[in-house]
């Protein structure tokens, strides 16, 4: 009895221990980026960014044949699921979402509205909240999808990239659905805009410098590029640093501009609103093309006092061009009173729409300058000497 014991106690091991559910990395098809877009018809349209893992690591990119490092796959249709799975019946290996790093989204298609589609990345649990999300001006997502990069043989992760560096935010999926379910914000994407200077570039290079704003609804109704889209982020709180140059009547100043902060006071009275943004942060110069000393407290501190002026006259400017030509909240000063005055933003956070573009909004800045370069002055040249 006991030798037929032990057999049956080997045998139910060697079965127990046993891999019954094993997934092999080699059966999975790895999904880098997404694009949605509005197809000629009217339906919607999904492409993909399909890693190829044979071509990886290989020389400039490609295989043993010179291909490329991923494939891009379309489907058309009318939901998110049934062109997931319209892809995944061009694969022999299983989707695999976890890896994605980006979505992109046509510009047709954001006017139009994203509510519908939104659901679906809220839903499945495969879905990463940490992935960036982006609108292409002008343009359709699958055509950033396409782009040959140099950096990297995945679009979908130079996009992230150039992102981090071009300081426009950072957005990822999460930001966008919390804004969504917030009355006192609305939402804002940054912008992949593919302007090529010349035929290499076509194939190779893409910007990000611009910022969509939706509405309650997620269409989108307008669009701010350049200075005016960092300022947006700064008051919106998320902007970190920038590269920036003032005119000063005297000349000009480059800065870079780090430990970007910003804080909102709000006051109600009766039914007039206003709000106080202050911006701070640090300031060190790059170039100096003035006569001015900015190694000499006499001279930097009055310096200091006319940049912050210039610059908050301008982020003024932005936030009223904001509030009357597209009348959406971007900034999040509605949440700034819903903080401050919870009984009241009862009140209006139904009508926030309405209130939004007539309430007063001044900016002070607080940007100190804590390096001046080497020299106080700038290098003289001819004319300069005696």
Known sequence: MRKIGLILWLILTVIISGCWDRNEINDYAFWIGTALDLSEGGKLQKSAQIAVPANINSKSGGGKSGQSGNIVLTANGTTIIDLEQQIQDKLPRKIFLGHRRSIFIGEKLAKKGLIEIMDQFTRNTDTRMRTDIFVVNNGEGKDVLKINSPFNQFSAIVAVEQDRFCRLGDTALRDVLLDVGRDG????????????????????????????????????????????????????GVLKDQFVTEETGEGSISLYESNLKKSVHTVLEGNKIKAVVKLEGTGRVLENNTDIDISASSERIPLERKL???????????????????????????????????????????????????????????????????????????????
């Not at 509030?323 to 009173?337: M, R």
């Open 185 to 236: 914000i609305r939402p804002s994407m940054p912008m992949v805009e593919i302007t090529p200077n010349n035929e290499q570039e076509k194939q190779e290079i893409f910007e990000v410098r611009s910022v969509a704003i939706f509405n309650k609804n997620l269409q989108m109704v307008g669009k701010v590029t350049g200075r005016e889209s960092l300022e947006m982020f700064w008051v919106k």
């Open 308 to 386: 912050n002026d210039i610059k908050a006259k301008k982020v003024e400017a932005t936030i009223k061009k904001l509030q009357l030509q597209y009348g959406q909240d971007v900034f999040g000063i509605g949440e700034e009173i819903h903080r401050e005055h919870p009984y009241r933003w009862k009140e209006i956070q139904s009508r926030w729409d309405e209130y939004f573009p007539a309430v007063e909004i001044s900016v002070e800045v607080k940007l100190k300058i804590q390096n001046t370069g080497g020299i106080g002055k700038r290098i003289p040249g001819i004319g300069d000497r005696k």
